[in-house]
Structures are given as structure tokens and as C-alpha cells.
């Protein structure tokens, strides 16, 4: 038995992989802790011994004999194992007596041998699915009873809770590895579930009175669904946004980076070609550039806004100060008199131009607070059509009784 | 010099841009051979026709390769240009050499930033385009040339550069220059 020196980690996890496999077979056999097989290689050797015992024919072998037929394997490790074989029957005395030297082997440890190298290289799934065709079969069989249903539905859900529960719990509290490590339990489910379905589907026809058991069944791969739709999330979060499951751990890279030397780590990059193109640069966009960075035009303002208004309220609305102005040509209207009809005015004016100057004098030195005239309209309306002017209404410009404040 | 050779001059200049050969070195197929105006030796440009040339993604509207800071680094490059034109009537290359303050002037009428800002900037701008072969300058060296990729423009690109050439205001220190 050689240490595995130099194997390769991929060599490694392999073989641990099939052992997983053995001794989770082999629990249910083991007769106490710590006598499981603890080398993938011993299978080999007890594949070679039971080999040589089906050569010999009837007539069995010797312990000596057997150790020669396995001269590939070191003896004492053939020996030990015989012994482990004789214990657990596997290999008994071809007559029991004291003394006897030949010995058989039973046919079932070798079945047994084929059905685990089967398990470890298909990861059980091809005998699930046998299992399940089986089961099909059993309880399509016209002779099948309700028993045999029951029983049938009571298998197939142990078998998934169990397979739900180990990947729950990996998914749960397991590391990422681990669970890749036991991907095979992902394998193939959806066909796993179906064929279950159909039997499910047999079953509940048959015998409706099994409706408890098949809900179980149900609940069950359900939950083997969902085990696997949270450990298939599991892994592809682990894998990154690649999606490369078959990727190394990031551990792995930074240790490989750490302990090579610089020939190794520039292997890496022995079938790269690095091929960047040329960045490129046009006169359009030297252009565009250079025009882009000119400031464009002098400083601005911001436009104007209603509420700027004190600084415009200054000269601007200061009430223009005409009073002198009206009050002197109030006098001119007025003359030495007291009072005059606005008749009398627009005669004296003689043409329409100067009259409605006129007016609109008299009236805006009626509404002026400071002056102390008064543009009185009263009833009544001179018209005279052939002269100027054809129609005046009554009304009389007068100075006003103790004015001029 | 074969097609093998050919070939590997190809992948060279693709790979690291254009290559100095010294003088009566090879002239693999479809390069132009740019040789220094002292002699001392050649550059290797590979030509593409105009229709596989860079040129034809700004046609395509599709995005070329482009480097940081496209402005700035094209700003830098057009005053580089504009200080290392010795001729705009002739050919671009190999122009001449130009004082970093000569072109630090130039950049800085272009973008009107502050000195320091402006200076940063320009460095940048310089690493960038000399690393790709756009400007020869040497780290911490006090005259830039112009790079033998510029050589690549075709004559309705070098109208285009005229233009911009004119448009600049003049560099003072003409007689600063020396030729390369």
C-alpha cells in the first residue's frame, strides 16, 4: 500500500469522494466504529481476493494460496484483509472443522462489491431510478395488493425526505464545497421526481384509501424540489456571476499565486497574445475637442425679474408737478370771471383742435386736489348744426368759493 | 523578408505599436517606412486602406478604442500639433521638436483652466499619447515631438487639421524651435 504522495488534489478528492460513498454503505454493516475501511485501495484488494476464490473453482483456496493469487498486493495487506472477510463470513471454511486450510467465498460480497463500484461512479441515481421502475412495476403487477402499495409509497418517501434532508442541511450549515462535492444528489432530479409521480399517480388510483400515504410522498418531493432549487441557488451565488461551477475556489488561486515561482506564474500566460487595438484619435475630434473648450461669449446675467422693481420705482413715478402749470391756465380760462359756460370756451376756441385741448384742461384741473376750480355738467344741450360746434352739452368751469388753498 | 516575417511585423506593430528599426532595417508589405529626419534610424506604420481604417467606426457611429480622458488627450495632442507643425502646407511628419513650455502655452490657450489644473492635465494627456505612440516624449524630457502615428492621417484629415491649425491662436517662441 503506497501513500498517495504524489497524487494530484483531483486524485485525492476523487477517492475520498468513492469512499464517502463505501462507508456510507457500509455503515449499515459495520459492526462498531473505527472498523470501517479507511483506504479506497483495500476494495481493490478485497475485489482481488474474491476473484482469485471464483478462479479456484470448488475446491476453495488457502490463505497461502490466496496472498499468492494477489502477489500484486502487498501480503500482509492481503492477509489482514482476508482476516476482516473471515470475521464478517464473507469468506468461510470450505468445511468447518479446526483444521481446515481451504476456504470459500460467499457469492454476496461480491455483489455487493459491484453494486458500490456502481454507486461511486454513477452516484446512485441509476439505481434510484431503478428503484423507482421497480416499484412501477410492483404496483402495476395485477396481483399487487393494497399492502404492497403502502409499502411502495412508505419506500420511495423515506428515500426522499432522506435525499431532501442531506441537502437541506448541506445548503443550510454545509460549506459551498461540500455541496459541490455532493452535486450527484442534484443529478438527474427531475426525471427522479416524475418517474416517483407516476408511481404516486399508480398508486392513488388503485387504492384511494392510501391518500395519507401518498400526501407524504408528496410532501416529500416537494421537498426534495425545493432542496434542490436552494442548493442549485447555493451554488451558482458561489460560482459568481460566470456561472463557471467548475472553477477553483478563490483559496486555491491565491495559495497557487503565493507559493509559485515566477517561471510557473508566467506559464499562465504563455498561449496569451495580448492585442489591444490602438486607441485612435481623428483630426474631427481634435477639432471638436479644442472647439468644445472655448468659453463661449463674455460673462452673462441673469435675466430681470418682477420683484427687481425697487431699484426702477427712483425718478421715474414721482408724481409730475403740473399744478402750476394747470393752475395758470385755469386763469387763462377764467380771465377776470368768476364763472364761464363751457359753451362760451369752445366759441371762443373755434375749432375742434383747440376745443378739445380745452376740455381736457378744464376737466383735469377739476380732478387736481390742489387747485381750487370746478368743471360743473349740468341738464340741457345746446345744438346748432350749421356751426361750431353743432352740440355742446351745459356745463360751467368756475373758480370755487374761498379757494385757492 | 517573407510572408512569415511579414507576418510578424504585423502582429508586432498591432500588439505594441509602431516599431523603431534602425536604419536599412526590414520594410515588411504594407507599412510605411518612416525614417528620422537625423537618420538615426525608422519607423514601422502599418497602412490601412480607407476602408478598414479607424475611420470607418466614426462612419459606423460604432465606438472605437479610445483613450482616458478623450477630450483632454485629444486638447493635448492638438496643441501639440500646433507647435510641431513646422510647415501646415507640408506633411505632418516628422514636424519638430517643441519646448514643454511652448506647448503648456498652447494647451493652456486652448482650455483656459488655471496653471495648475492646466498642467496636470497636459501631463496626463502627454503619458497617455506617447505610451500609444501618438507623441514621442521621454519621462521628465524638455521637447516634444510629434509621434509617427500621425503619419497614418490621410489628406482630407490633414485639411481638417489645417483648419484647426489656422483657427489656434500662434505660440509664441517660434524661434525657440529647433529642428528635430
Known amino acids: 500500500m503506497s501513500e498517495p504522495v504524489d497524487a494530484m488534489l483531483d486524485d485525492l478528492t476523487t477517492e ?257 497574445v495580448f492585442d489591444a487595438p490602438a486607441p485612435w484619435l481623428s483630426p474631427q475630434a481634435l477639432a471638436e475637442a479644442v472647439e468644445s473648450a472655448r468659453p463661449s461669449g463674455g460673462p452673462r446675467f441673469r435675466p430681470p425679474r418682477s420683484d427687481d422693481g425697487p431699484d426702477l420705482a427712483g425718478p421715474d413715478l414721482v408724481p409730475a408737478d403740473d399744478t402750476a402749470e394747470l393752475r395758470a391756465a385755469a386763469e387763462q380760462l377764467l380771465g377776470e370771471r368768476s364763472s364761464v359756460t363751457v359753451a362760451e370756451l369752445l366759441d371762443e376756441a373755434g375749432d375742434w383742435p383747440t376745443g378739445r385741448r380745452l376740455v381736457g384742461q378744464m376737466i383735469a384741473i377739476h380732478h387736481h386736489p390742489d387747485l381750487g376750480f370746478e368743471l360743473r355738467w349740468g341738464n340741457g344741450l345746446r345744438i346748432d348744426a350749421e356751426s361750431f360746434p353743432s352740440w355742446v352739452s351745459a356745463g360751467r368751469f368756475e373758480r370755487l368759493t374761498g379757494a385757492s388753498r | 523578408m517573407n510572408q512569415t516575417e511579414t507576418a510578424l511585423w504585423w502582429a508586432r506593430t498591432r500588439a505594441a505599436g509602431p516599431q523603431r528599426i534602425p536604419p536599412g532595417g526590414p520594410a515588411p508589405a504594407g507599412m510605411l517606412r518612416l525614417p528620422e529626419p537625423d537618420g538615426s534610424g525608422a519607423w514601422l506604420l502599418p497602412v490601412f486602406p480607407d476602408s478598414a481604417s479607424a475611420a470607418v467606426l466614426d462612419e459606423l457611429g460604432l465606438p472605437g478604442h479610445v483613450l482616458e480622458h478623450p477630450n483632454d488627450s485629444a486638447r493635448v495632442l492638438a496643441a501639440c500639433v500646433r507647435c510641431c507643425w513646422a510647415d501646415p502646407a507640408g506633411p505632418l511628419w516628422p514636424g519638430v521638436a517643441a519646448a514643454w513650455e511652448q506647448v503648456a502655452a498652447a494647451f493652456g490657450a486652448i482650455v483656459h483652466r488655471e496653471e495648475a489644473v492646466s498642467h496636470r492635465a497636459l501631463l496626463a494627456g502627454v503619458r497617455r499619447l506617447a505610451r500609444s505612440g501618438w507623441l514621442l516624449w521621454d519621462e521628465g524630457a524638455p521637447m516634444i515631438r510629434l509621434g509617427p502615428r500621425v503619419a497614418a492621417w490621410n489628406a482630407a484629415q490633414l485639411s481638417t487639421l489645417r483648419e484647426l491649425y489656422r483657427s489656434m491662436p500662434p505660440v509664441g517662441g517660434d524661434a525657440a524651435r529647433t529642428p528635430a
Open chain 1, 16 to 272: 475520498a469522494a468513492v469512499l464517502r460513498v463505501y462507508r456510507q454503505a457500509f455503515a449499515v454493516l459495520a459492526r462498531e466504529s473505527g472498523a470501517m475501511i479507511l483506504d479506497v485501495d483495500l476494495i481493490d484488494v478485497d475485489e482481488a481476493i474474491l476473484e482469485a476464490f471464483a478462479e479456484a473453482g470448488s475446491d476453495g483456496m488457502t490463505a497461502a494460496e490466496v496472498v499468492v493469487a494477489c502477489h500484486r498486493f502487498d501480503p500482509r495487506v492481503v492477509e489482514r484483509r482476508l482476516g476482516v472477510l473471515r470475521d464478517y463470513r464473507a469468506v468461510s471454511k470450505l468445511v468447518d472443522r479446526p483444521n481446515e486450510q481451504h476456504y470459500r467465498a460467499a457469492f454476496a460480497p461480491y455483489i455487493m462489491v459491484l453494486f458500490l463500484r456502481r454507486l461511486a461512479e454513477r452516484g446512485g441515481q441509476s439505481e434510484l431510478h431503478q428503484l423507482l421502475t421497480l416499484e412501477q412495476l410492483n404496483v402495476s403487477h395485477q396481483d399487487a395488493a393494497e399492502s404492497d402499495g403502502q409499502a411502495s409509497v412508505n419506500r420511495l418517501t423515506k428515500v426522499f425526505r432522506l435525499l431532501a434532508n442531506e441537502l437541506t442541511s448541506l445548503v443550510q450549515r454545509g460549506a459551498a464545497e461540500a455541496l459541490r462535492e455532493n452535486a450527484q444528489l442534484l443529478w438527474g432530479n427531475r426525471p427522479l421526481i416524475v418517474q416517483a409521480e407516476e408511481v404516486h399517480g399508480i398508486v392513488l388510483q388503485r387504492w384511494p384509501a392510501l391518500g395519507p400515504q401518498c400526501a407524504a410522498l408528496r410532501i416529500s418531493l416537494a421537498a426534495y424540489g425545493d432542496a434542490i432549487e436552494a442548493a442549485a441557488g447555493r451554488l451558482i451565488e458561489q460560482a459568481g456571476a460566470t456561472r463557471a461551477l467548475g472553477f477553483l475556489p478563490a483559496e486555491t488561486w491565491i495559495s497557487f499565486a503565493r507559493r509559485s515561482d515566477t517561471g510557473t506564474l508566467a506559464a499562465v500566460l504563455d498561449t496569451f
